[in-house]
């Protein structure tokens, strides 16, 4: 597996994410696809400017254009304070192989050689067993329950933290 910035043909792919009433289930159901070309633009210039890391997970052997799902990492006002936030989606036929928790502790060890990110935080649905899972196995510390909002919907989540810079070896790299 590696990452790879997104571009602006993932277009197709961020509709199989985010557009998908399964892959959508735990994030308040699908997004409408009229939105989903400006968001990869905005994507692609936030990547580019390198004010956010939006990462592509490409799996081993894949064809040109495949991509397995996306992990991002991005400043998020919470609170009246910019944190960093980290979330990622993995496409059904790659769930279940570890692609997901691969990616994400790609990008945390990238953040911790990088050093400006700070604790990273992550929201996952408090019934999405999976991404909880991940969080747990890489060492996030579980803060509790909130209800968070994405794409203008209220949902309930579990707040996880993880600091780079807080790991044997870190500070070394």
């Known amino acids: 597996m590696r990452l790879r910035d997104v571009e602006p043909g993932d277009a197709g792919a961020y509709v199989r994410m985010r557009c998908d009433p399964v892959m959508m289930a735990e994030l308040g159901g699908p997004l409408p696809v009229e939105g989903i070309a400006d968001k990869v633009r905005r994507d692609v210039l936030a990547a580019a400017a390198d004010r956010s890391w939006i990462k592509m ?11 397995a799902g ?3 990492l991005w400043p998020n006002e919470e609170g009246g304070e910019v944190v960093s936030e980290i979330g990622w989606m993995v496409l059904p036929e790659f769930q279940g192989h570890g692609v997901g928790k691969a990616a994400v502790r790609a990008v945390l060890d990238l953040a911790a050689r990088d050093g400006r990110w700070g604790p990273v935080h992550a929201h996952p649905a408090t019934t999405n067993g999976p991404s909880n899972g991940i969080c747990r196995t890489l060492g996030f510390r579980l803060l509790g329950e ?9 949902l309930r989540v579990n707040h996880w933290v993880f600091d780079p810079l ?3 070896g870190a500070a070394a790299e």
């Open 146 to 154: 909130r209800e968070v909002d994405f794409a203008g919907r209220l």
């Open 57 to 67: 997970i490409v799996p081993d052997g894949a064809a040109p254009g495949e991509v």
């Open 70 to 72: 996306s992990v991002t």
């Open 166 to 168: 807080d790991r044997p």
